[in-house]
């Protein structure tokens, strides 16, 4: 067996693939290519593909991870090109690298993401207004948003502790905001939540729903020193 760690770019019409849909897409580009895929044992056996963190519905993604196991040792450049072939129109292939068997498995290694999004203004504003609005936003004592729980009830939920930077600019009539924010398998803080606040404790105002890329995905437990998910 041998474990491969794909970075991979998620745009287009491939944005709204959900989860499932794109560990079928990978799996049938596998399948294309020839590659010998590993199997999990048991009566319903299915192939060893997992990803780093699910992105919602509609969010693209430009530094996305996933972990392909195969049946035999291939050149991880073999394996890049076999894929790039296969994938379908929105998914890109950006680099493949091998990875020891036994490394931890991606979604327990993810501790942060980086996030942009584009919007179009109601109202005319300047970067200026925007830096002040963002500062006062992140100076808040804390930022509920209400989240269900596991019985299906609402609970409010304080996101700040995992809001590591936001940031924006304004250009004419198109604002930007980028953000690194907690992700993984605890602690977790969508962008979608952190936009919300923004809106509603800031007064801004958009004409049309947020366009979501996640720009990349880094490991936990290297403090401010971001790194890949290598």
């Not at 794909?6 to 399948?31: N, Q, T, V, W």
């Not at 970067?127 to 989240?147: C, H, N, Q, Y």
């Not at 809001?163 to 198109?174: A, C």
């Not at 366009?211 to 290297?222: E, I, P």
């Amino acid at each position: 067996m041998s474990k491969y760690r794909i970075m991979y770019a998620k745009a287009g019409p491939a944005r709204y693939l959900s989860h499932l849909d794109l560990l079928r897409a990978f799996e049938r580009a596998a399948r294309r290519a020839g590659l010998p895929l590993a199997f999990t044992r048991g009566y319903n056996p299915h192939p060893k593909i997992s990803f780093a963190a699910p992105l919602g519905v509609g969010t693209a993604g430009e530094r996305e991870f996933a972990d392909l196991e195969l049946a035999a040792d291939i050149l991880p450049e073999r394996v890049a090109g076999d894929l790039s072939g296969a994938m379908p129109e929105g998914l890109r292939v950006i680099e493949v690298r091998k990875v020891p068997e036994q490394s931890p498995p991606l979604m327990s290694a993810v501790g942060r993401a980086t996030y942009r999004a584009v919007a179009k203004l109601k109202q005319p504003a300047d970067s200026d207004w925007l830096a002040g609005r963002i500062k006062d936003f992140l100076s808040l004592p804390e930022i509920l948003v209400e989240r269900k729980n596991k019985a299906g009830e609402k609970k409010l939920f304080d996101i700040k502790p995992g809001i590591f930077s936001v940031s924006g600019r304004i250009d004419g009539d198109i604002i930007v905001v980028e953000a690194e924010l907690k992700a993984g398998s605890s602690g977790n803080v969508r962008f979608e939540e952190v936009l919300s606040s923004l809106e509603k404790n800031t007064g801004l105002s958009v004409l049309s729903r947020f366009s979501l890329c996640r720009t990349g995905l880094y490991r936990a437990g290297d403090g401010d020193k971001k790194k890949l998910m290598w």
